[in-house]
């Protein structure tokens, strides 16, 4: 996180100082996963509404943020292996680890898993991402919320299988095992599938629909808070329809039953790929899905659409993309963030020919800084 941003949220948490709870993780204050530990959930939520406010309140005045479940929620945690060390990055340093003997914030299946292979995983050679050398880079735990399915994928610098009898004991506790390659010099926990172990994916269910997701595909963090929020998105979307980052099309199918059709965009393949599976597997067949960069497809087709929906990576809107939909000028803008500066930024912008109407705040992920929004802008 950056540091001027940290700054901001720690100085709203000095206005709570006397709320302080002693935290109930081991690892919290070193483990750069939570902030927040130390604080009654409910005082968690009014330091991110006052956050949020400080960040859009010239667009929006936030009266609460929606909690979750304060623990045992995420679908998806990283393992970083480096240094004789399982865990995650020191709080405010990236060049340490922090060992974990447990982590709170994953699902109890995940956790389970995680204790029970970590002293495995830490019998073999981990890499040093400061000098570049080693092998396991990470332990990359992803858990459906609803299916209780869950994958565990090595992360690997070498294009060779070296850990043979740690990846059969992953199989044991797992549904779905991929080896991946991340060879670069970029810090990745994803990367090309080196080797297939079990069953390539796992699945996800939201309502009726079952999503697929492989080893490279985003999924939201958070099953019961997305579920939520698509069900908001679904309310306030009509007409023909643009999901721009479509993922594995997760916002595109649980809407399609509420619009006349939709069109996914999305530039990683593998997602489109999961994505048209998931369409066939939901048989939906209202919904397209488009392999191309957001910003070329809206230059093409951008006016073809009464509603466009866009759930963009955390630094938000290209400023081609900005401009794009302002020339495409569809109805209805229904903006999902997952960072409230970029979505102000962009909101801005959209202000000057749309009304934002209606905003909401949702905790995807308690216990940390980082909170999500919806925006549903009309056109004036
Ligand atoms: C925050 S995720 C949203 C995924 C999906 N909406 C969901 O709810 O699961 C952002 C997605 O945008 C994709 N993406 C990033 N830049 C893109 C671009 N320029 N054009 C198309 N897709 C892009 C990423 O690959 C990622 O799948």
């Known amino acids: 996180m950056k ?3 940290l700054k901001q949220i720690l100085d709203i948490t000095d206005t709570y100082q006397d709320s302080r709870i002693d935290p109930p993780c081991p690892h919290f204050g070193q483990c750069g996963g939570c902030l927040f530990q130390d604080f009654p959930y409910d005082i968690q939520l009014k330091i ?3 956050y949020l406010n400080k960040k859009t309140g010239d667009l929006w005045n936030f009266q609460d943020v929606e909690g979750a479940e304060p623990f045992g929620y995420r679908n998806r945690m990283d393992f970083v292996t480096a240094f004789g060390k399982m865990g995650m990055r020191q709080r405010g340093n990236y060049r340490r680890v922090v060992d974990l003997s447990t982590c709170l914030l994953v699902q ?3 956790r389970k898993a995680f204790e029970l292979l970590r002293p495995l995983a830490l019998e073999n050679e981990g890499y040093d991402y400061l000098q570049h050398s080693g092998y396991l880079r990470y332990l990359v735990f992803r858990q459906g919320y609803y299916t209780g399915e869950l994958m565990i994928n090595p992360v690997v610098a070498v294009n060779e299988n070296k850990i043979g009898p740690l990846v059969s004991r992953i199989a044991e506790s797992a549904e779905s095992v991929s080896m991946l390659l991340s060879d670069g010099l970029a810090d990745l926990s994803f990367g090309p599938v080196m080797e297939e172990v079990k069953r390539g994916y796992i699945h996800e269910t939201l309502e009726d629909i079952r999503f697929r997701i492989g080893p490279n595909s985003f999924f939201q963090s958070n099953s019961p808070v997305a579920l939520r929020m698509y069900q908001s998105i679904r309310d306030n979307v009509k007409g023909r329809t643009l999901d721009l980052y479509s993922g594995v099309g997760s916002i595109s199918l649980f809407i399609a039953s509420a619009v006349e059709n939709v069109t996914g965009i999305e530039v990683v393949e593998d997602a489109v790929l999961d994505a048209k599976v998931n369409m066939k597997e939901n048989n939906i067949d209202n919904v397209q899905f488009v392999c191309a960069d957001v910003v070329d497809y809206l230059a093409e087709h ?3 659409f009464d509603t466009v929906v866009m759930d963009p990576p955390r630094a938000g809107l290209h400023p081609k993309v ?3 939909i302002m020339q495409a000028a569809p ?3 229904v903006y999902m963030s997952c960072n409230p500066i970029t979505f102000a930024e962009d909101a801005r ?5 749309y009304t934002l109407d209606h905003a909401e705040a949702y905790d995807m992920f308690p216990q940390t800084p980082h909170v999500e929004l919806i925006g549903v802008f009309n056109r004036k």
Do not use: C, M, Y
């Not at 912008?349 to 020919?353: K, L, Q």
């Open 331 to 333: 109805e209805r803008i």
């Open 302 to 304: 951008g006016e073809e």
């Open 322 to 324: 900005v401009k794009r």
């Open 349 to 353: 912008h959209f202000v000057e020919h």
């Open 48 to 50: 991110k509404r006052d």
């Open 108 to 110: 109890e299946k995940t």
């Open 3 to 5: 540091k001027k941003k």
